[in-house]
């Protein structure tokens, strides 16, 4: 597909992997609408990071996505529309369960209903691998594995998947709905694990962590932006819902010890109780099967976990986070 000049819009884009989606379609030459979330301070997020070359080819726009008749303005004229706007801290929706409710799922219903008065080609969406909840050691999850709301935040993506799939079924809607696993790379939240444990080890040799045990896959951004293009590119995939991650999983105690030896440090690892999450709302085990995702795509990831980590720590050991002082 050829997106030279295709008006695009992505919601959220001032977030971790939107941002890194609006400098990707710059670059291919499409005509890219942001919506931030509108702040007293002006701040547009990550999207202050991007080259001065791609920041000037980019129409900014603040709002919420709640407010359905700036969403409505905000789609005029679009073609395709990536939605990535949610709150997408678990640990924020534990202690705001109604704020992650109302914006996740009613601003997706915002952005359903927009796409659909202006018949935009394409909605991608996306979800959480957070949303299969709890797996057996030693299975794969795929798109059919059972689904189940551990926390506030799944509960909001789940009832934000199923509007989605709501209006494809209803209003013929074209949709197609990512699913992803642990994301990494520059200019990750601060306050995931990845970044933690960098931003500890820059002080010392010691790392105060929560459970060491819960196993993941991590996927690192330019894998998963891709994933987002070919979304909005292939028709096989229209209504469908497509798992993406890496097939490495990797424990909290392995990631930390892979980062501690990529920073040449011997480390001496401790768990803190008011880092752990309820026990029942943890996933202890996360392992993607992306076979569908391969299938009809031909997407695989293609940057190994020790390359993406390398690139992790030298945006972070390079000022990546300049905005505040760490407290954590």
């Not at 919601?11 to 931030?36: D, N």
């Not at 709890?134 to 935040?153: V, W």
Request: charged residues 20%; proline residues 4%; hydrophobic residues 40%.
């Amino acid at each position: 597909m050829d997106w030279t000049g295709r008006p695009v819009l992505v919601t959220g884009a001032g977030g971790f992997i939107g941002s890194h989606l609006c400098e990707r379609l710059i670059g291919m030459g499409a005509k890219v609408r942001a919506v931030v979330h509108g702040n007293m301070r002006g701040s547009i997020g990550h999207l202050a990071a991007l080259p001065a070359d791609a920041s000037h080819r980019i129409e900014i726009c603040g709002g919420n996505l709640r407010d359905g008749a700036f969403v409505r303005e905000a789609t005029t004229s679009i073609d395709t529309v990536f939605h990535l706007g949610a709150i997408t801290s678990v640990a924020y929706s534990y202690a705001n369960p109604e704020e992650t409710m109302i914006t996740n799922v009613f601003g997706t219903l915002n952005v359903c209903s927009a796409a659909r008065h202006e018949h935009v080609r394409r909605l991608v969406h996306t979800s959480s691998a957070g949303v299969y909840g709890a797996t057996k050691a030693g299975e794969p999850i795929s798109e059919t594995h059972p689904l189940a709301a551990h926390n506030p935040y799944t509960a909001s993506k789940l009832a934000a998947d199923f509007t989605v799939e709501s209006f494809y079924l209803s209003y013929d809607l074209p949709v197609a709905i990512c699913r992803i696993f642990n994301v990494y790379g520059p200019r990750v939240g601060r306050f995931l694990v990845i970044p933690t444990i960098i931003l500890q080890l820059m002080r010392g040799n010691e790392l105060r962590l929560g459970d060491l045990t819960p196993s993941r896959n991590f996927t690192y951004i330019d894998d998963i932006v891709t994933a987002f293009i070919r979304m909005a590119e292939e028709e096989c995939v229209m209504g469908e819902v497509v798992n993406f991650g890496s097939t490495r999983v990797v424990t909290v105690g392995e990631l930390a010890q892979i980062i501690a030896d990529l920073m040449g440090k011997h480390v001496t690892v401790l768990t803190e109780a008011d880092r752990l999450r309820p026990k029942r709302s943890e996933i202890l085990r996360v392992e993607a099967d992306s076979t569908k995702a391969r299938t009809l795509l031909g997407w695989e990831p293609q940057i190994e976990l020790e390359e993406g980590l390398r690139r992790t720590i030298d945006w972070v050991t390079g000022g990546g986070y300049t905005d505040a002082p760490y407290h954590h």
